[in-house]
């Protein structure tokens, strides 16, 4: 039947070609939200690394698109609605892992950036929002899919 798919096309969506070695912990999140370290250079190399992870786990752009854009919308606010948004976000996340098994190491990276990012203030969700738009990057700097 035209337009019918009966679960047979998905192959794409159940791909496990991601790596399971890739290790990202929470002392990795600390780090990289450490706002005593000023010059960035955990937080960029990290993000490197985790862009060229990406583009080794064969993420698509498309697939980390609508989790960017709302990972940007997220702004610091006195009362903590912004730690709501970032609980909100993992959910998110965790969906779309479910979905694309790609996203496996962008899961545990973010699910242990959100965690730490909640303990923490205006500098931490500053250099959350510096961290996956350097990823994003380091990403499309390693010739990740689109």
Do not use: C, W
Not at 9 to 22: H, I, L, P, S, W
Not at 59 to 79: A, F, G, L, P, W
Not at 111 to 137: C, M, S
């Amino acid at each position: 039947m035209p337009g019918y798919n009966n679960g047979n096309n998905n192959k794409q969506r159940n791909n496990t070609n991601y790596q399971t070695g890739f290790n990202f912990t929470a002392q990795d999140a600390k780090d990289i939200l450490n706002i005593n370290e000023r010059d960035g250079k955990v937080l960029f190399e990290k993000a490197q690394a985790v862009g060229r992870q990406l583009k080794d786990d064969k993420v698509t752009v498309s697939q980390i698109r609508k989790i960017y854009s709302e990972m940007r919308k997220i702004n610091y606010d006195d009362k903590g609605d912004y730690k709501y948004e970032l609980r909100l976000l993992k959910a998110q996340i965790a969906y779309s892992s479910g979905r694309f098994k790609e996203l496996k190491n962008f899961k545990n990276v973010f699910d242990n950036l959100i965690d730490e990012t909640v303990k923490g203030g205006k500098e931490e969700l500053k250099r959350f929002k510096d961290f996956a738009e350097a990823v994003i990057a380091y990403h499309r700097a390693e010739n990740g899919r689109e």
